[in-house]
C-alpha cells in the first residue's frame, strides 16, 4: 500500500473514530453505518482525483460535489434532477430538514431519536469534518491541522454528553488523530528511502538504533495516557477539560452542595403547544376544590440578558423533609394547604419535576436534588419525570387587592437581582411600559396595569405559530406585531415590570389541566405554559396572567365587585387548540371590563391583514439556485478554461504566418526547449529573451510556441503526459510514440515540432502558415483511438487545466516577492540617504 493511499484511510478512521463520540446522543445507532459507507464513497473520491491528477482546489471540488450528491440521494432523491442532481427544491428540502432537526435538538433528551432532520444534521456533520481531515492531512500533506476538525467534532459531542463512557469516546478519538500522525510521519520518512525497523543487538548484547517510526509510537501512547490519566488527579490548577466534570450539569456535587446550571426548556414550548397528537402526559388528584388555579411549576427563569430568559446557575442540596417557607410570605396573608398526588406518563421525560407552587413538602423516589431558591425539584444523574408518581404538599396562597397594594418596598437584594435590565433592551420597552402604567400610584396597580394591557386591552393575539424570536429586539418586534403565545407575553411583561423597578422573573411548567369524570385532572402537552412572577414583599412571589385565553386571571387582579353577579370563573385551562385568536370575536360590544371578567366568548378581535398566502420569498429561492448552480458548475470550470485557451492559441496562430519578421536567435522566457513539460507561465504566448529584432519575429515565434504548447496539452489531456527534459523533435516522436498515430498524423506533429525548432534556433523566427490545422489533426486522431472514458475526461476534466493553477501560483510568488522587496527597499533607503 502506498504512502498516500494509507494516510487516506487513516483519515478515513480518525473521522469515523471521533465521530463514534456522537454515539450516546442518538439511537438507534444505526446512522455510524450510513457514515462509515458515505465516507468510504468521499474518501475514495479523494483518492481518484490525486491520482489523476487533478490540482487540489479540483480535488476538494469534486469531492464536495459527490458529498452533495450523496446527501441528496439519501435525503432529497425525490427532489432531485434523476435522482442524483440537487436543484431549488432538493436544496429548499435540506433547510426544512435542517430545521426541524434543530427543533427536534432541543425537544428531546438525551439519547434523542434519529428522526430525519437529526440524521441530516449528523451524516452532513461527520461528512464535512472528514472532508476537512481528508483535504488537510492527504491533498495537502499537513496532517497536524487535521487535528482541529476531529477536536470540534469531539468537542460538540462531548459537550453535550455526560456519560460515564466519555472517556472511551475521548480514548477512541485520540487514537484516530494519533494514528493519522504517525501515517504522515511514516509516508514522510519513507521519501526517504526505505522505513526501517531498527537495527539487531550489537557486540555485547547492546540493543541497536530504534526506528524513528516506532519511537513515534511510543511517543504518541505516552502521551495519550498522560491525557487519560492526569484530570483525574486532584490537582488544584486542572479543573473540567474535555474528560472532566465541568460541575455545572445537573446533579453536581456530593449531596450537600454542587450546582446546577439548567438548559432553557422554552425551547420545545411552542412545539408542545404545536402537536398535532396532543397527549396527557400528567394525571393529578387534589383535596381542593378549585383547581382553577393549579399551576404546576417546573422552573423559573430568572436570568434575563436582554435576548431571553433562562434558569441562573444555582446551588442544590439534599431534599429537605420540610421546605422552609417561602421568600417574602408574611404571616398576615391567608393560605391554606393542599396535598396533590400527580403521575408522570411513561414517555413524558422531564429534568424538572412538576409542582403547585410554592411547596412545603414533596415524596418522591429516586435521586431528586433541591435548589432552594425558586424551590424546584431536579433529576440527579439522569433521574427524570418518566412513570414517576409523587405527592406534593403546597400552600394555595390567597393575598388580597389591599396587601398587594400596600407591600413595602422589597430588600435591596432582590432589587438587585431581579430588576437588572441590560443595556441592549430596546428603550421602546421601558418607555411603552411608563406609558401604559401612567397614573399607577403603586407597583400593584402598575403589574395589573401590564396584565390588562396584553390580556385585553392592547389588541394582543394569541397565536403559537410565532417564532419564538432572538435578538435584544424580539420584545420590540412583539410589542409593534402583538401576535405571540405564552412565552412572548410572560417575557415582555416580566421586562416591563423590571424598567418599572418591580422584580420580575418568567415561570415555565403546565397551566390547570382538564378536570375528568372520575375527580381527577388530567394534563396534556398544549397545556404547557410560561408565566410572570411578580415580588411583592409580605406576599412573595405572586402569578399574573397576562397571556389572553390562557390558564385564569389570579382573583387578586380583579377588581372589587362585591354585590354585582359575575359570571363564574372557568375552572380549567383552554387548549390551545381552542384558542378564540383564530375566530372572530363574539360581540363587537363586549367591553373591556367583560373580558376581564371572562364574560365573553372571545377574548380578542381577529387582525385580518396579513393572513394571506405566505409561501419562500423569492430571494431565498434565488440564493438557493445561485448556490446550486454555483456548486454544479464549479466542476466545469476547468472545461471552460481549457476551451478558452485552445480557442485563443489557435485563433492567434492562424494570423501569424504573414507576421513573420528577422531577428537573432534567443531563447524562450520560462526555461526549458519548448517541450511544454515544465509549469511556465501559462497566462499567454510565451515570449522571448533576447531575441526579437522587431515586433513581427516576436510575435511570430509567441504564436508558434503557443501553438506547440497546445499540441502537447492536447496529448496530456489523453493521457500522454510532457516530459520537460525532452527536445521539440524527441517530444514529438514520443507523442506519436505513445499515441500509435499514422505516419500523416506524425507528420503533422513533427512538422509542429520543426517550427518550434526555427523558432527557438534560427536566426530569423518566422511563423509557418496551417500549423493551427496540423493541430487540429492530430486532436482528432487521439480522440478517435482513446477509449469513451478518457474521451470523456478530455473534455469535462482535462489534465492541463493544471496550468491554471501553476500560473496563479507563479503569480502570487512573483506578487510576494516583488512586494518584500519593495518593503526592503524602503526599510534600506533612510539609511542609505543618512550615510550618503
Not at 403547544?273 to 396527557?280: E, G, K, M, S
Not at 439522569?382 to 397594594?405: C, F, I, R
Not at 394569541?462 to 429586539?473: A, F, I, K, R
Not at 386571571?553 to 380583579?558: C, E, M
Amino acid at each position: 500500500m502506498s504512502g498516500r493511499a494509507r494516510l487516506t484511510l487513516c483519515s478515513a478512521a480518525a473521522t469515523l473514530l471521533a465521530s463514534c463520540a456522537l454515539l450516546p446522543l442518538v439511537e438507534p445507532a444505526t446512522w455510524l453505518l450510513q457514515a462509515v459507507f458515505l465516507l468510504a464513497i468521499q474518501s475514495a473520491v479523494g483518492a481518484a482525483t490525486r491520482r489523476v491528477p487533478l490540482a487540489r482546489p479540483l480535488t476538494v471540488a469534486a469531492q464536495s460535489l459527490v458529498t452533495l450528491m450523496l446527501l441528496t440521494v439519501v435525503f432529497a432523491r425525490q427532489y432531485a434532477v434523476a435522482g442524483l442532481v440537487p436543484g431549488p427544491e432538493a436544496f429548499r428540502h435540506f433547510g426544512d430538514l435542517l430545521r426541524a432537526g434543530a427543533d427536534d435538538v432541543g425537544r428531546y433528551a438525551i439519547p434523542a431519536p434519529l428522526s430525519d432532520g437529526i440524521q441530516l444534521m449528523v451524516l452532513g456533520g461527520v461528512l464535512v469534518i472528514g472532508l476537512a481531515v481528508d483535504t488537510l492531512a492527504v491533498t495537502f500533506r499537513n496532517a497536524a491541522p487535521a487535528g482541529l476538525p476531529l477536536l470540534a467534532l469531539y468537542s460538540v459531542a462531548a459537550g453535550l454528553s455526560d456519560g460515564a463512557a466519555d472517556w472511551l469516546w475521548f480514548l477512541a478519538a485520540a487514537a484516530g488523530y494519533l494514528m493519522l500522525l504517525l501515517a504522515e510521519g511514516r509516508e514522510r520518512l519513507s521519501q526517504w528511502g526505505r522505513v526501517f525497523g531498527g537495527t539487531p543487538r550489537g557486540a555485547g548484547g547492546q540493543p541497536g538504533p530504534v526506528a524513528p517510526v516506532r519511537t513515534g509510537r511510543r511517543i504518541g501512547m505516552a502521551a495519550l495516557g498522560v491525557a487519560l490519566v492526569v484530570p483525574l488527579l486532584p490537582l488544584p490548577a486542572i479543573q473540567g477539560g474535555l474528560l472532566g466534570g465541568a460541575g455545572t450539569g445537573v446533579g453536581a456535587g456530593n449531596g450537600s452542595g454542587g450546582t446546577i446550571s439548567a438548559v432553557n426548556p422554552l425551547v420545545s414550548l411552542r412545539d408542545s403547544l404545536n402537536v398535532n397528537d396532543d397527549r396527557t402526559v400528567l394525571t393529578l388528584r387534589t383535596n381542593t376544590a378549585n383547581t382553577s388555579d393549579l399551576y404546576l411549576r417546573i422552573v423559573s427563569l430568572d436570568d434575563f440578558d436582554g435576548i431571553t430568559w433562562k434558569p441562573a446557575k444555582r446551588h442544590i442540596v439534599t431534599v429537605p423533609e420540610e421546605f422552609p417557607t417561602p421568600t417574602g410570605l408574611g404571616p398576615a396573608v391567608k393560605r391554606t394547604e393542599i396535598t396533590t398526588r400527580i403521575a408522570a406518563a411513561e414517555d413524558y421525560s422531564q429534568d424538572w419535576l412538576p409542582m403547585p407552587y410554592p411547596p412545603s413538602g414533596v415524596q418522591v423516589k429516586g435521586n431528586w436534588r433541591y435548589e432552594p431558591v425558586g424551590m424546584t425539584l431536579v433529576g440527579d444523574h439522569g433521574q427524570t419525570t418518566s412513570g414517576k408518581t409523587y405527592q406534593v404538599t403546597s400552600l394555595d396562597v390567597q393575598p388580597t387587592a389591599e396587601q398587594l397594594a400596600a407591600a413595602p418596598k422589597a430588600p435591596g437584594s432582590v432589587l438587585r437581582d431581579y430588576t437588572k435590565v441590560p443595556d441592549s433592551l430596546p428603550t421602546v420597552v421601558a418607555e411603552q411600559a411608563r406609558g401604559i402604567t401612567k397614573g399607577a400610584t403603586s407597583d400593584y396597580e402598575k403589574a395589573v396595569a401590564l396584565q390588562d394591557y396584553f390580556a385585553l386591552t392592547g389588541g394582543f393575539e394569541y397565536d403559537t405559530q410565532v417564532e419564538v424570536g432572538s435578538g435584544p429586539g424580539a420584545i420590540a418586534r412583539f410589542l409593534r406585531d402583538k401576535q405571540g403565545f405564552c412565552v412572548h407575553f410572560s417575557f415582555a411583561m416580566a421586562a416591563m415590570a423590571r424598567t418599572l423597578g418591580i422584580p420580575a422573573r418568567v415561570a415555565v411548567g403546565f397551566a390547570p389541566g382538564s378536570p375528568q369524570a372520575d375527580g381527577s385532572v388530567a394534563v396534556t402537552l398544549k397545556d404547557a405554559h410560561a408565566w410572570p412572577e411578580l415580588y411583592f414583599e409580605g406576599v412573595g412571589w405572586t402569578r399574573f396572567e397576562p397571556t389572553p385565553t390562557r390558564g385564569t386571571t389570579p382573583t387578586y387582579t380583579l377588581p372589587d365587585t362585591s354585590g354585582e353577579t359575575l359570571p363564574e370563573l372557568p375552572q380549567a385551562s383552554r387548549s390551545a387548540d381552542a384558542a378564540p385568536s383564530a375566530q372572530p370575536s363574539a360581540s363587537a360590544s363586549c367591553s373591556a371590563q367583560d373580558k376581564k371578567l371572562e364574560g365573553c366568548a372571545g377574548a380578542l378581535p381577529v387582525n385580518q391583514a396579513g393572513q394571506g398566502g405566505g409561501g419562500i420569498p423569492w430571494y431565498e429561492i434565488a440564493g438557493w439556485t445561485v448556490l446550486g448552480v454555483a456548486v454544479l458548475g464549479l466542476p466545469l470550470l476547468p472545461m471552460l478554461w481549457r476551451l478558452r485557451r485552445r480557442s485563443v492559441r489557435l485563433a492567434a496562430a492562424q494570423h501569424s504566418a504573414s507576421a513573420a519578421a528577422g531577428s537573432p536567435p534567443g531563447r524562450r522566457k520560462g526555461g526549458g526547449d519548448g517541450s511544454g513539460g515544465g509549469q511556465p507561465d501559462d497566462a499567454g504566448p510565451a515570449v522571448l529573451l533576447d531575441v526579437p529584432a522587431g515586433e513581427a519575429g516576436e510575435a511570430a515565434a509567441g504564436h508558434v510556441l503557443a501553438v506547440w504548447r497546445e499540441l502537447t496539452d492536447t496529448a496530456w489531456d489523453f493521457g500522454i503526459e510532457p516530459d520537460e527534459a525532452l527536445t521539440p523533435r524527441r517530444a514529438a516522436a514520443r507523442i506519436v510514440r505513445i499515441g500509435e498515430l499514422d505516419d500523416t498524423v506524425g507528420r503533422a506533429v513533427h512538422r509542429v515540432a520543426s517550427a518550434v525548432e526555427q523558432v527557438l534556433y534560427a536566426p530569423e523566427p518566422r511563423a509557418e502558415a496551417g500549423l493551427a490545422d496540423e493541430v487540429r489533426t492530430v486532436r482528432a486522431a487521439l480522440r478517435e483511438k482513446a477509449g469513451w472514458s478518457t474521451r470523456t475526461r478530455a473534455v469535462v476534466a482535462p489534465r492541463s487545466a493544471v496550468r491554471a493553477v501553476w500560473a496563479l501560483t507563479d503569480r502570487w510568488t512573483t506578487a510576494k516577492a516583488s512586494c518584500a522587496a519593495r518593503l526592503t527597499a524602503l526599510v534600506r533607503r533612510p539609511s542609505g540617504e543618512q550615510s550618503g
